[in-house]
């Protein structure tokens, strides 16, 4: 589910309220609590892709296979869908919130939540999309070679301070307060463009709108991300891997 997907059933219910028109709220029913295990498999790497269209995301690793997840709701029509497939050794992972229309007024005791933790094992490309919400990735112990994220609407936390091998990120800011952690002892490199809030950054130098540390050019791992467009505050930190 892209993120043009994923935002779309709310504005047009939005639209739809503006214009006169009744757009009913989702039922609430009981929170049900589903865990969901995938085994890695015969993958010798994986392409993981992540999308919420409205919730409360968190990503960590440290999963027994390629993924274990809790989800939290009660909203029958968003249950996740989970599916996997491996092919000539490459794995493809999609966990994704069904794209169901939203009401324009949300019952206050909406609940929405997913914590997923992804393998350590296997080689790994992220594709992380969130619509509206909190999200919270932290890809400390994660075999990572390239992360792409949409931060969506809403508040933010990337903590990239425990890699530890050459990385390559991608992340629109969106519109909200994104927060992104990064190592002071590996070197790191971050290329700001077309934000229309603030960026503040601490531990990095500023020359034309890339932010490097001291440990660029100098360390033997490198980590190179672009930061895209933002309606907001976005806030670069650099900091000891032994003291998070």
């Not at 028109?21 to 589903?34: D, G, L, R």
């Amino acid at each position: 589910m892209s993120r043009k997907l994923s935002l779309f059933p709310a504005m047009a219910a939005l639209l739809l309220a503006g214009a006169g028109c009744y757009v009913p709220a989702p039922q609430v029913h009981k929170i049900v609590s589903m865990d969901s295990k995938v085994e890695i498999g015969e993958a010798e790497s994986t392409q993981v892709s992540i999308a919420v269209g409205v919730g409360k995301l968190t990503i960590t690793g440290g999963a027994k296979g390629l993924l274990d997840a809790r989800f939290e709701y009660n909203i029958p029509d968003w249950k996740p869908e989970v599916s996997y497939e491996v092919k000539e050794g490459f794995g493809r992972l999609t966990v994704e919130q069904p794209s169901t229309v939203v009401g324009a007024t949300w019952p206050s005791n909406v609940r929405y939540e997913w914590n997923l933790r992804l393998s350590n094992k296997v080689p790994m490309d992220l594709d992380v999309e969130m619509g509206v919400g909190k999200m919270d990735l932290d890809t400390r112990g994660l075999n990572l070679r390239h992360l792409k994220v949409d931060a969506g609407v809403g508040e933010g936390r990337i903590d990239l301070s425990g890699t530890t091998a050459n990385l390559t990120a991608d992340i629109e800011a969106g519109i909200g307060k994104l927060k992104l952690l990064l190592p002071s002892d590996v070197g790191v490199s971050v290329e700001a463009r077309g934000a229309i809030g603030h960026v503040k950054a601490r531990g990095l130098t500023n020359d034309g709108g890339t932010w490097t540390n001291d440990a660029w050019g100098t360390s033997k791992v490198s980590i190179y991300v672009s930061v895209e467009g933002g309606i907001g505050e976005v806030e670069i930190e650099t900091v000891a891997r032994d003291i998070i």
